[in-house]
């Protein structure tokens, strides 16, 4: 394992059925389920389920670039869930299910776009959320002790 592990975070939906995807990937150190994007400090799952607070459903993906590239996990990411529904995964409705890429680093929104863009290409339908950067990625606890991400957005 090389030294310099990475985060990625992603939502596609439920995060405990993109969880399940992405702990089989090999060179994805853990993976933890949360909520971010809201504006609600240390939401509860009910609260997240009002759609009142802002939060998506997401995943923190710790991973060693030198086993897996986040190329990668963005093909898994794009092809576990569709990014072409709006605050939809299936049977899953609400603003928490929406797709969002919460980039950590500047290299991963310059590799995000341009996937984003091929993929729209692909399937001819627009993807319907623009990957956001945030930073500061905390655990704080709010699901029962599993933990969960809470992140802050660039100013």
Known sequence: MSQAIETAVFGGGCFWCTEAVFEQLQGVISVKPGYAGGTTPDPTYEEVCTGETGHAEVIEVRYDPAQIAFSNLLTVFFATHDPTTLNRQG???GTEYRSIILCTTDAQTRNTVPVAVVEEQLTEIPI???PLCFREVVSNGCLGGTG??????YP
């Open 91 to 93: 049977a899953d409705t």
């Open 128 to 130: 319907v959320r623009v």
């Open 148 to 153: 969960s991400v809470k992140l802050d957005q």
